[in-house]
């Protein structure tokens, strides 16, 4: 993910045209390839780890539009499979929900993608829907407790934390229409023994954040408004993800990353094949170079999220700081979208009757 995290729909852009050419060794249709982006640092560590080694390979050219997945699936909608404005996107489990639900997005031929036996299982199950293979993984954020290292006597160690005393009255609670509000909500349901089909379990988590009431400072509801929160020191503690925790540390801010004792929340980011692409087969070429191990490498250490690649060879730097590999993304929790998704304006509602 992760560079919005917002449950939300946008306006839609024309659809764009393609043509069929013989790139030497196989026919394929297209040699422009148009694909979905986080904007800023997140597109331009994947131009550096994935595109530019797949331009150089295969002589096409990669058009690359930013936004978030809300706008891109709203887009895909207005065209419904005919000729699609993307060849591939960049989806978060929230949006694969919704796109699978309206055969926006194409089931994986997994034999036609290069390295695909080297991707973790755990996060290839993430990625689909049910029992079907729609995504192939890139990186994983860990949601887990960001907080300010000088209001910290100690550093939390598991999600329960966010209600001790040392915060204050300081404390950043995201709405559940936030990608970490419901992440929050899904940690405090492992951690006590929960899950999202559980009412009563979800009660449970409830009560809990009445802890919270006249405790909360901010509310952010998007990513910068989460990065200003903690900088500014108006919450001295939130749920938000590893990478942006560990990159405002290394700028300097006093900031500090608890990886939950129960588990953190996987936030995973997959790309997509839109249904009804005429480049399909470049595509596939596409998801194999994203899978290769040397790129995976490059863009997880770019962004300081654990890649989806298991045969990477990190540096030391990141092996000793950043959670990764099968055995952690076995532990994580995760945000059954086909259970929130369906009751969101009514936890929304509740949430709003603890924080107004």
Partial sequence: MLAGGALALSPTVPALTSCTVDTGSSSVTGTDLTICAFAGAWSDTLREAVIEPFEE???????????????????????????????LMAFTPDIVVQAAALELIAPLETDKIKHFDELSPTLLSAAGVGETTYGVPLTTGTCGLMYRTEHADRAPENWSD?????????????????????????????????????????????????????????????????????????????????????????????????????GGVGALTSYYVAAGTEREQLAYEFLGTLAQAENQKVFGEGTLYAAANLTIDYSDEFEARIAHGEEVFKSFAWVDYTQAIPRLEDWQTRWNGIFG
Avoid: H, K
């Fill in 162 to 262: 966010i209600f001790d005393e040392q915060w204050g009255n300081f404390v950043g609670v995201p709405p559940f229409t936030y990608s970490p509000g419901l992440e929050l909500l899904a940690g405090l349901l492992q951690e006590n023994g929960g899950t999202m089909d559980d009412e009563n379990a979800v009660d449970e988590v409830f009560t809990q954040l009445e802890q919270l009431s006249g405790r909360a400072s901010v509310f952010p509801s998007d990513a910068g408004s989460m990065l200003s929160a903690i900088q500014q020191g108006d919450a001295w503690v939130a749920p938000f993800w590893d990478g942006r925790a560990f990159a405002m540390a290394d700028a300097g801010d006093p900031v500090g990353f608890s990886y939950p004792a129960s």
């Fill in 57 to 87: 390979e295969t002589g096409a050219t990669v058009n690359v539009v930013v936004g978030a997945p809300s706008e891109w699936l709203a887009q895909l909608r207005v065209a419904d499979r005919q000729r699609p404005p993307f060849d």
